[in-house]
C-alpha cells in the first residue's frame, strides 16, 4: 500500500512565485502525513483564466524553470513522487502539461492532448501518448483534465501497464442533481473501473475571473470506487488515502472476466473510427 | 421528446411461454402509460444461468420463433419499438442477441460481442458492431450488458449517428458503498456522457440459481444523469422516462468544446491497442 495526496488549491493567475509557495506549504503537509505520492491541480504553476496565448505565454516556464526546480528540490528533501500542472513553454510551442518529478528529476512531461474550450486558442495541443513512468510508488502515467473524458486515452497507459494515474484537472464548475457526484467524478471512476487502474485526480478552487471550478479533487480505487474525495468543495484540501498499486496488476473482474483480455480489439475500428459500417 | 420505458423483470429459466407472458403483461403496462420505446433484459425469453451450452440451447428459438413472433405481434399493436434479449439459435450457433422489433417487423439482430465469465462457455460471440437503426422514436442502437463495460464498443453506434442506446442486461449482484450508485449505473453514466447519448438499459431481478442481480434498471440523459432508476432494487418494475433524442445531434459541452470533435483519433492507437510505445 502506498499513501497518495491529492493537493485540492487554488492557484494565484500569473504569480508564480505565490503558486510555488502554495504547492511548496501543500506538499510539505502532504509528506508529513506520510504521502509518497503528491499530486497538484492543472496549471498550478501559473492559474488558468488567461485572455490570450500571450497572457500565458508570459506565465509560462520552461522544463528547467524556477517552477519545476522547486519541485525537484521538494521531491528531494521529501522523498516523494510529485504530479503536478505546468504552463510549460518550449522553444515556440506553449503546452498545457504535467510534469512527473521524483527524487532523482524529472521523469516525464506529458503534453496535454485534448484542449478543453478556449485552451484550443491559447495551447498548443500535445501529440504524444501518456507516458508510463517506473517509480518508487510503481508504474505511474498522467495525463490531464478533459484527456479523461476520452476513453480511449485511458486505455493507452492502463494496456501500457499502468498501476496509478495521476491527473491534474482544474475541472470547470457545472450544477449536479441534489445528492450526485460532479459528472467529472462519474467519468473518472468509470475510466478507473473499466481499467482496474486507480485514479487521483487534483482539482482546483478560488474563482479566477469569473472562472469556478468543481473543487471534486478525488481519489479512486482499481474498482472506481471513491476512497477519498469526490465531492464539490469551494476550499482548498489535501486529500489524503491509501492505494494499492498492485490492484492494477489483476484485471480479472468476477469468475473467468478480464476487463482487458476480454476486450474484441480485434473487432474495433482503427484510428479514424468514423461512421463504421453497421 | 418520446417516452420511454425499461421493463425490469424476472424471468423463468428455461420457461419461453411464461417469460412471453411476462413480457406481453410489461409492454401492455408500459404502452399504457404512454411509452413509445420498451427495453426488455438481457435473455428474457429464456433466463440466465444454464448449467451448459445444452441447457441453453434446449431453451434458445430463431429470430422467427415463437418468442420474436410474439414480440412483432405486441408491437405492431401497440405501436411500439421493442428490445429485447433473446437466446437465440441460429444454424449450429448460439447467440446472446438483442433484437430490435417495431410495428414493421424486426429490425435488428446484435448479438453480444463481450461474453461474461461462463457465457463464454456456452453461447458463441458475436462479431458484428452495434447496429443504429432509424425507427420512429430515433436512431437506435443496442448492445448487451458486459458489452457497455467496454467505452470503444459504444463510440461507434455513437459516432455512427445513435440517438438512444438500449441495453438489454443481466448485472450481477456486487455490493455497492453505502449511498453509492450501482457500479455498472456509474459507468453508464459515462458511457452517455463522453458520447451525448442516452442511454436506456433493462436489468433484471429474481435469483435463478443463487445466481442475484443487481436490478439497477436505469434510464440516462445525453449528459450521463440518471432520469429514472439507478438503484439497485429486488422488484419488477416498469421504469418510465422522457427523453428528447435530439438531445444526441449536439455533442457540444461547453464553449468551444465537442465531445465527438475534439478526439484526437489520428492519436489513438489502431485497433490491436497492445502496449504502445510511452
Known amino acids: 500500500m502506498i499513501v497518495v495526496a491529492a493537493c485540492q488549491l487554488a492557484p494565484a493567475l500569473g504569480d508564480a512565485a505565490a503558486n510555488r509557495d502554495r504547492v ?9 502525513r506520510g504521502a ?12 488558468y483564466a488567461f485572455e490570450d496565448r500571450a497572457e500565458a ?3 509560462a516556464e520552461d522544463v528547467d524553470g524556477s517552477t519545476v526546480q522547486a519541485w525537484r528540490r521538494l521531491a528531494a528533501d521529501r522523498g516523494v513522487v510529485l504530479v503536478g500542472g505546468l504552463c510549460e513553454r518550449s522553444g515556440d510551442s506553449l503546452f498545457n ?6 527524487p532523482s528529476g524529472v ?11 478556449r485552451e484550443r486558442l491559447i495551447f498548443d495541443a500535445g501529440d504524444q501518448a501518456p507516458p508510463v513512468v517506473e517509480t518508487r510508488v510503481g508504474r505511474l502515467s498522467t495525463m490531464v483534465c478533459y484527456d479523461l473524458e476520452f476513453p480511449e486515452w485511458v486505455r493507452i497507459p492502463a494496456l501500457a501497464g499502468a498501476q496509478i494515474l495521476a491527473a491534474p484537472v482544474n475541472w470547470p464548475a457545472a450544477p ?12 473518472a471512476q468509470a475510466d478507473a473501473a473499466v ?17 469556478a471550478w468543481v473543487g471534486g479533487t478525488v481519489v479512486t480505487d482499481a474498482d472506481g470506487w471513491v476512497v477519498a474525495g469526490g465531492w464539490s468543495s469551494e476550499e482548498e484540501a489535501v486529500v489524503l488515502a491509501e492505494l494499492d498499486p498492485a490492484q492494477a496488476d489483476d484485471k480479472r473482474i468476477g469468475g473467468l472476466s478480464d476487463i482487458h483480455a476480454d476486450r474484441r480489439a480485434d473487432l474495433y475500428p ?9
Chains 1, 2 share one sequence.
Open 57 to 59: 505565454w508570459a506565465s
Open 36 to 47: 509518497e505520492l503528491v499530486v497538484l491541480p492543472e496549471l498550478v504553476s501559473s492559474g
Open 195 to 211: 481499467n482496474r487502474l486507480p485514479i487521483v485526480a487534483a482539482d482546483r478552487v478560488g474563482v479566477e475571473r469569473g472562472v
Open 24 to 32: 511548496a506549504a501543500a506538499v510539505e503537509d502532504a509528506a508529513g
Open 270 to 278: 482503427t484510428s479514424g473510427w468514423v461512421r463504421p459500417l453497421t
Open 176 to 187: 449536479a442533481p441534489p445528492g450526485e457526484r460532479p459528472a467529472e467524478v462519474v467519468r
Open 107 to 117: 521523469r516525464a512531461v506529458y503534453r496535454k492532448a485534448h484542449l478543453w474550450d
Open 97 to 102: 502539461s504535467a510534469v512527473v518529478v521524483d
